[in-house]
């Protein structure tokens, strides 16, 4: 009867990309609005967020963890959410190049 726990080597590249993860999300807080709203989804989301940093030249030069802040927003919440819709359009980019 096979076990039904993963193996040592599936549970070390879990954890692997587990921690690229929490990387990811955590270099998106810390990435310039101005940088974040290149991306027309990310935009959008901010916006239906009521952070309309879109249109502040100000808020430009902050990052999206002092927004949201401002805001009074989880800013882990909001880099995770990013980071979905991020690697949504990746994956979305990527079948449409192949047809």
Same mark, same amino acid.
């Given at each position: 009867m096979k076990s039904k726990t993963p193996s040592k080597n599936k549970t070390k590249k879990l954890a692997s990309k587990n921690k690229i993860i929490?990387?990811?999300? +955590?270099?998106i807080k810390h990435m310039k609005i101005y940088e974040l709203v290149k991306h027309e989804s990310i935009a959008q989301y901010?916006?239906?967020?009521?952070?309309?940093?879109?249109?502040?030249?100000?808020?430009? +030069?902050e990052t999206l963890e002092q927004a949201a802040v401002a805001h009074g927003i989880d800013a882990d919440e909001l880099a995770h959410d990013i980071y979905n819709l991020l690697n949504k359009s990746k994956t979305t980019n990527a079948k449409t190049t192949k047809k």
């Open positions: 929490k990387h990811d999300i +955590n270099m901010l916006f239906s967020k009521g952070m309309l940093c879109i249109a502040c030249p100000l808020a430009m +030069n």
